[in-house]
């Protein structure tokens, strides 16, 4: 494949001012998430909903604008339209007339008519005419499905200051967890020296043998370099053009690429203790970072003003719980409960309420994650669920009290959660 952009000289940085004012981010937000199941059935892995009011990818796209980027791009590409809306709705307050840019990239065939993204890489490269016309120094490569809060001027000023080709950000996994990651070993400087993507055998890190030190599939480029490695990899017919299979081991081995740790790097409110970074990708880790958001104090601080989570602010009414008669009292202990929900004569504890979520009378919801827009009948027990949105759970409906009926009538994960969608409720027995 071939493509006729040309990659301009880029402009120096003004020596005042940080280095996020010369970056653009460019946000890769087309992976499906299949191990969402059905929650990913209508919708991209990033536009998964989270934490009772944002999408998955508001995290990343917070950060950056927090960090102080103005120019913004997300590459989709799987089941894009709820992201899409989602962002139209959510992102186009970036304004050109005050230097900001947003740009939304679908996989349009801008390279070829009968080719797609094929890789990460290829992602960013069939959109450079884009990209380069407005001139950065600098792009951040960021991915837009995991939920954490970072400051990335800290990481461009590593790259300038330690003149790298790619600055890396990384973080420490188990063992069992870096299958799914790019691992890497460093020496003393951070210098990385060596790159395996997704290792059946993955090493681990000297001294921790239980450990490893992980891509978190954040990369720092100057722009310059970046397009002149994606014109080469494009044209290298045995290339996958992908990060983390192509392009970082090639870094690696024939310039010099860099690992910066996100414990200096990530943003904590005085309300959290550990560095937070989460992969929500099972229904497991889905419902458990989305629960402990419950708890008194949550590991992932949503009330910290100084870090605000951007996203779509949807008019809604105030929060109603009604009925204050014994045995049916609208009520919620340790609960999340969004705009628009209206608890009559239920209980619900430990449990995250999305917008406009219903609870009827003597209904008793435990543990659970209600996206929006959820009817949930009267009499209901509900434990330890995520129902997806606009389902209508019937009257009496019992849920995670039952192991094998809860199996066989929805989406029962390893630990337990049940996915409750709306196609497993009509095929319910009636």
């Not at 959820?374 to 509900?382: F, P, Q």
């Not at 009496?396 to 009538?409: F, K, Q, S």
Request: glycine share 8%; aromatic share 8%; with cysteine.
């Amino acid at each position: 494949m071939t493509n006729s952009f040309t990659v301009p000289l880029s402009k120096s940085p003004s020596a005042q001012g940080p280095l996020a004012r010369h970056a653009v981010a460019y946000v890769l937000a087309g992976g499906r998430g299949s191990r969402l199941m059905e929650l990913t059935d209508r919708r991209a892995k990033p536009a998964v909903y989270f934490g009772g009011k944002a999408r998955i990818i508001d995290f990343a796209l917070s950060n950056a604008l927090n960090s102080g980027i103005r120019r913004i791009a997300v590459a989709t590409q799987y089941k894009a339209h709820s992201l899409i809306r989602h962002l139209q709705r959510a992102w186009t307050f970036l304004r050109p007339e005050r230097n900001e840019s947003f740009d939304l990239l679908p996989a349009s065939q801008r390279i070829s008519e009968n080719m797609w993204y094929v890789g990460t890489a290829d992602a960013v490269y069939q959109n450079g005419d884009i990209i380069l016309d407005y001139d950065p120094r600098f792009i951040v490569i960021l991915a837009g499905d995991h939920i954490y809060k970072m400051d990335y001027e800290q990481m461009l000023q590593q790259h300038v200051d330690q003149k790298a080709d790619v600055t890396v950000g990384c973080l420490e996994v188990s063992l069992d967890e870096a299958k799914g990651f790019g691992v890497m070993a460093i020496d003393e400087t951070n210098r990385i020296t060596s790159f395996l993507e997704k290792p059946k055998d993955p090493p681990p890190m000297p001294g921790k043998p239980d450990r490893c030190l992980a891509s978190m599939g954040i990369y720092v480029f100057e722009t310059k370099f970046l397009f002149d490695l994606l014109r080469e990899d494009a044209a290298n017919p045995h290339s996958t053009h992908d990060f983390g299979k192509d392009l970082i081991p090639h870094i690696v081995k024939h310039g010099k690429a860099v690992a910066h740790h996100f414990s200096s790097s990530c943003v904590r409110s005085t309300q959290e203790v550990a560095p937070y970074w989460r992969d929500v990708g099972t229904l497991d880790a889905y419902w458990a970072a989305n629960v402990d958001l419950t708890q008194t104090e949550p590991e992932l601080d949503l009330f910290d003003t100084n870090w605000p989570i951007w996203t779509y602010a949807e008019l809604t009414a105030p929060a109603k719980f009604v009925h204050d008669i014994e045995g049916r009292r609208g009520q919620a202990f340790s609960s999340l409960v969004s705009g628009g929900c209206i608890v009559s004569g239920g209980a619900v504890r430990n449990s995250l309420l999305f917008n406009r979520v219903r609870v009827n009378s003597f209904a008793k919801v435990e543990g659970a994650v209600v996206l929006p827009d959820v009817d949930i009948g009267r009499s209901t027990r509900l434990t330890k669920v995520v129902i997806d949105r606009g389902v209508r759970i019937p009257q009496g409906l019992v849920v995670g009290e039952d192991p094998e009926l809860d199996a066989a009538r929805f989406r029962r994960s390893p630990g337990g959660v049940c996915l409750i969608t709306q196609p497993m409720i009509d095929r319910l027995p009636t």
